[in-house]
């Protein structure tokens, strides 16, 4: 069982930054960190993925350049840096775990707001 615990969510002007993280308990190494956003009204939405094992990434089109996702091994906490916000930005974020290389996520994250004033 993998408990994911994050914190870093707050209030901030647009163009302001934010760093999120997700603290993972138990083992991670073979697997993928996710983190999501939902804005109230719209899907659930994924914003970046990181692979633990070698830290390759995948970021949303809409985030890029923008927001980097990065990790600690040894603290097992997975890193998201939020530059230059903008209020479409606003949303509760989550941080998933996915053990496979497809499929769903396994662990979430009780989920962090973020909300950018303009």
């Known amino acids: 069982q993998v408990q994911l615990v994050e914190s870093g969510g707050g209030l901030v002007q647009a163009g302001g930054s934010l760093r999120l993280s997700c603290a993972a308990s138990?083992?991670?190494?073979?697997?993928?960190m996710g983190w999501f956003r939902q804005a109230p009204g719209k899907e659930r939405e994924l914003v970046t993925v990181i692979r633990w094992s070698d830290g390759t990434t995948y970021y949303a089109d809409s985030v890029k350049g923008r927001f980097t996702i990065s990790r600690d091994n040894a603290k097992n906490t997975v890193f998201l840096q939020m530059n230059n916000l903008k209020p479409e930005d606003t949303a509760v974020y989550y941080c998933?775990?996915?053990?496979?290389?497809?499929?769903?996520?396994?662990?979430w994250g009780q989920g962090t707001q973020v909300t950018v004033s303009s």
């Open positions: 138990g083992p991670t190494f073979s697997s993928y």
């Open positions: 998933a775990l996915r053990l496979s290389d497809i499929g769903a996520y396994d662990y």
